[in-house]
């Protein structure tokens, strides 16, 4: 049930643009496309279009990614977000600055360990899925405020929140794949919210179709006060007050305090290395960064050239080291602010060899043989990611989220955001599975003001002191199995970053037991030898929606904008 619900919320828009033709074409879709100076890729053509602007307005990546995060607020209500959350990893273009901003929901002062669970001890269905109790205290506006006072090159907030009011205020044309979306949530929204919402048409029989203007008033004065107050615009004042007054309308926690409490953190990035290339990710509360390195680590001393692409071996070899990592992330990790990640034990390298040495290249390890790690020694994580480089070659990469598609379907009665259903992302009891049929243990025990355990990962590669590739996804779970895919494409499989981004994909995540092919990730030969080997396949329509950028050897910037989702677009200049 709960895995069924996270497959629907990660595929809904790549399987309702499939199923369906588009009936609405008034945008200019660019799955790939080279530029000489700066390239913005995102889930929405309307958000690249306002990403883009800004760059031509003379503002850097972070202007511009700012500029994003709202605009995807507006047009792409089941991913981007006021509501939510997410983590940028930045990288200056001339590499003397690395940067990572954790702007990850919060849980509220009044969450205890035990809120999803009935008397008996076992987890009340949905409720740390849908409705007010689902919700984390959003991050996204302080972490916006925190990249513009560090990093802004224009200057003018009110140029940056602006974009996104207007489209907001005045409208925009849905795309037939957010109708679909937001058709399949009606029964949703209509239950989970104490006010009418724009998401529902005010005859709320009527279903929405590609082409409909979607206005979104509320959302525009919350954005307004936003632009003119900064961070407090949303923390302080009116809309936290909304926010406390629909909390206590739908019986969720989140109070004004919490709200004026939330900070961003500037964290450590993680660095890591890959035959001779260096990676910049993000650390806890995301596990993204530590399993991507422990993957990376277990696949190096095998040639995957040789291999070759999808070959048995290859999805064999992945798949072998994913159980391994997935077994660790959820024994070890989670908020690090709270509980003590061993992550220097995790990325030992000796260590990462040791935990891989009972790899047998001829047959799958049952999931249920292998548990989290153990050290000796002392200790000396639906979603929408967006890319950006700009003329400067500073690199940001960004992933946020509501968590499922549409967050918690509650909307801030007056304020006309979505709150996030970031609360599922904890364990909400050991062993049980979340949305994405993750389990954890007391790592990831909900706590006060706790962050939940994330897989967002976004990454930048550089070589030789040069930027090379900045790379992200959504996808829960399968997020850091997807930037583990593209980046050995690129640089094991030799694929431009078009190839590398439009493979197919394939996943794998210990618990359970299960090896998930894309529709064409490998043919039947190899499926009947990776049965032969004990995996056993399950085959999904898409896995992950990644935006990226490669900087190619002849200078230019290769931008990708994943086409297994119909809007995603890349532009540049
Ligand atoms: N909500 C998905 C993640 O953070 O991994």
Redo the contacts with the bound molecule.
């Keep these: 049930m709960r895995l069924n619900h996270f497959l629907f919320a990660l595929l809904f828009l790549t399987l309702a643009a499939c199923k369906q033709k588009p009936t609405f074409s008034g945008y200019s879709i660019q799955k790939s496309t080279l530029a000489d100076s700066a390239i913005v890729s995102t889930a929405h053509p309307l958000a690249s279009e306002v990403g883009l602007a800004v760059l031509k307005d003379g503002g850097n990546a972070i202007d511009a990614a700012i500029a994003v995060h709202l605009a995807l607020a507006v047009v792409y209500p089941a991913a981007g977000n006021i509501g939510g959350g997410g983590f940028l990893v930045y990288r200056s273009g001339d590499g003397q600055e690395v940067a990572a901003l954790d702007f990850r929901e919060k849980a509220p002062a009044k969450a205890h360990r035990d809120m999803y669970l009935d008397a008996e001890g076992n987890v009340i269905n949905g409720k740390s899925i849908e409705g007010h109790l689902a919700a984390g205290v959003p991050g996204s506006v302080e972490g916006c405020w925190q990249m513009f006072q560090k990093y802004s090159k224009l200057k003018d907030w009110k140029r940056l929140v602006q974009p996104a009011i207007d489209l907001a205020a005045k409208g925009f044309n849905i795309t037939q794949a957010e109708a679909v979306g937001l058709n399949e949530y009606r029964k949703g929204f209509l239950s989970n919210n104490t006010k009418a919402c724009a998401f529902v048409k005010a005859d709320s029989t009527q279903k929405w179709k590609a082409g409909d203007l979607l206005v979104q008033t509320e959302l525009a004065e919350t954005l307004q006060r936003i632009r003119d107050q900064g961070r407090d615009g949303f923390y302080g004042g009116k809309t936290a007050d909304l926010v406390a007054a629909e909390m206590q309308r739908g019986g969720g926690w989140i109070t004004a305090q919490d709200m004026a409490d939330y900070h961003a953190v500037w964290r450590k990035p993680m660095l890591g290395k890959y035959r001779g290339y260096d990676l910049i990710s993000m650390p806890p509360p995301s596990s993204g960064g530590i399993a991507l390195f422990q993957l990376l680590g277990m696949v190096e001393p095998y040639d995957l050239g040789k291999m070759g692409f999808h070959s048995p071996e290859h999805i064999h070899l992945f798949t072998e080291a994913e159980r391994r990592v997935y077994a660790d992330r959820a024994k070890h990790l989670g908020d690090a602010d709270f509980y003590g990640v061993p992550i220097a034990n995790l990325l030992d390298s000796q260590y990462i060899q040791e935990r891989f040495a009972n790899f047998d290249p001829q047959k799958a390890t049952p999931s249920k043989a292998i548990e989290g790690g153990e050290f000796t020694g002392k200790e000396s ?1 639906q ?1 929408t990611h967006y890319s950006i480089v700009d003329a400067d070659g500073n690199a940001v990469a960004i992933t946020t ?1 509501l ?1 499922g598609g549409y967050g918690a379907l509650t909307v801030v009665g007056g304020a006309g955001f979505l709150l996030n259903n ?1 609360m599922d ?1 904890f364990s909400a009891k050991p062993g049980v599975p979340n949305l994405y049929g993750a389990i954890g243990g007391d790592a990831n025990a909900i706590m006060p003001g706790k962050r939940p355990l ?3 990962t976004p990454t930048i590669v550089t070589k030789d002191g040069k930027l090379c590739m900045v790379v992200g996804t959504p996808g ?1 779970t399968t ?1 850091i199995t997807s930037v583990f895919q593209v980046i050995t494409n690129v640089i094991d499989f030799n694929m431009n970053m078009t190839d590398a981004t439009h493979a197919k994909r394939f996943h794998s995540q210990w618990s359970p037991d299960e090896l998930y092919l894309e529709k064409g990730a490998a043919n039947e030969a190899t499926r009947k030898k990776l049965r032969g080997m004990g995996h056993k396949i399950v085959e999904w329509s898409g896995i992950g929606l990644v935006e990226s950028i490669l900087l190619r050897k002849d200078g230019k910037l290769e931008g990708v904008a994943d086409n297994r989702a119909e809007d995603d677009t890349v532009l540049g200049y």
Excluded: H, Q, V, Y
Aim: glycine share 10%; charged share 25%; aromatic share 0%.
């Design positions: 994580k979603t989220t968590n970031e992302d994330s897989s967002m829960g997020i």
